[in-house]
């Protein structure tokens, strides 16, 4: 009996071991099962079927669609603050400027019948060239005009007016229609003038204007006086931003007398000219 109680016991696995080595098969099935679904993922994206392209064209198109909107909405929020009264004013430039248009392609037409009936078509040609000179004369500040327009008078008593200012307003009345202008009855305004200097001291031409100025444009007077004075333009600028004063009146006649003196091109030729072609 002492010699049986003395015999060891024989090693037994526990289970635990035994269990762990059946896991190990088991962990390898589940990562083959969860490697199934990813390789359907990526055929989708590296071999779509023909209803997967529907849907992306569809998409597309709809995504297109709402950027389109997006923009127009923009767009028409461009007046959306705007005043009524700016929104008349910019509609009878609008309309008056349309007219003017109208006018001149119907001058136009009557003219190019003229030429062609044959009867008086030399002394057509010669009445259009003439008139055609002194339009080209008035634009290019050679030929004194008068006419229908605006007196803007801008005071600036605090020394504020700048130059980026001023040619803002001329700007304005150029897109308004004004087909010539004039700036204190001395300074005829054409393509090549420019506004220099500092606030209070601007200059036009390279020579110095005073307070108040004085700004004479021939045109429309009502779609002048629109042009000048809406929301946010020359003279809500000037009356805000600078604190001075704008007074607008219409006239029904505007006599601009001074000239601009050409210079001579030091580079440009006329195209059908004889010395441009040598």
């Not at 080595?21 to 099962?33: H, I, L, Q, V």
């Not at 004479?216 to 002048?224: F, M, N, T, V």
């Amino acid at each position: 009996m002492p010699d049986d109680a003395q015999t060891p016991e024989p090693d037994v696995k526990t289970p635990e071991l035994v269990e762990g080595a059946d896991d190990r098969p088991s962990t390898s099935s589940g990562t083959e099962g969860s490697s199934g679904p990813w390789r359907r993922i990526r055929r989708a994206f590296t071999r779509p079927g023909k209803g997967q392209l529907i849907a992306a064209l569809m998409l597309f198109l709809v995504a297109f669609g709402g950027v389109l909107q997006v923009r127009s909405n923009r767009t028409d929020d461009t007046y959306a603050n705007a005043r009524q009264d700016d929104l008349v004013q910019i509609l009878d430039g609008l309309n008056s400027e349309s007219r003017r248009l109208q006018g001149e392609i119907e001058d136009l037409q009557k003219t190019r019948d003229n030429l062609r009936s044959g009867a008086n078509r030399q002394q057509v040609a010669r009445s259009e060239t003439r008139l055609r000179i002194g339009d080209l004369g008035i634009l290019a500040g050679t030929e004194k005009a008068e006419g229908p327009g605006v007196r803007i008078t801008v005071t600036d008593p605090h020394q504020k007016l700048t130059p980026e200012l001023m040619l803002e307003g001329i700007e304005e009345l150029r897109d308004a229609g004004a087909e010539a202008i004039e700036i204190d009855n001395s300074y005829r305004v054409v393509a090549t003038t420019y506004f220099a200097g500092t606030a209070g001291n601007v200059t036009v031409d390279g020579q110095p204007i005073g307070s108040p100025v004085v700004i004479e444009a021939i045109g429309d007077s009502d779609s002048l006086a629109s042009g000048a004075d809406f929301r946010g333009g020359f003279a809500d600028q000037v009356t805000g931003s600078t604190q001075g004063q704008v007074e607008i009146v219409r006239k029904s006649t505007i006599d601009i007398d001074s000239l601009h003196t050409q210079k001579k091109n030091q580079y440009a030729r006329p195209a059908s000219s004889p010395s441009a072609k040598r």
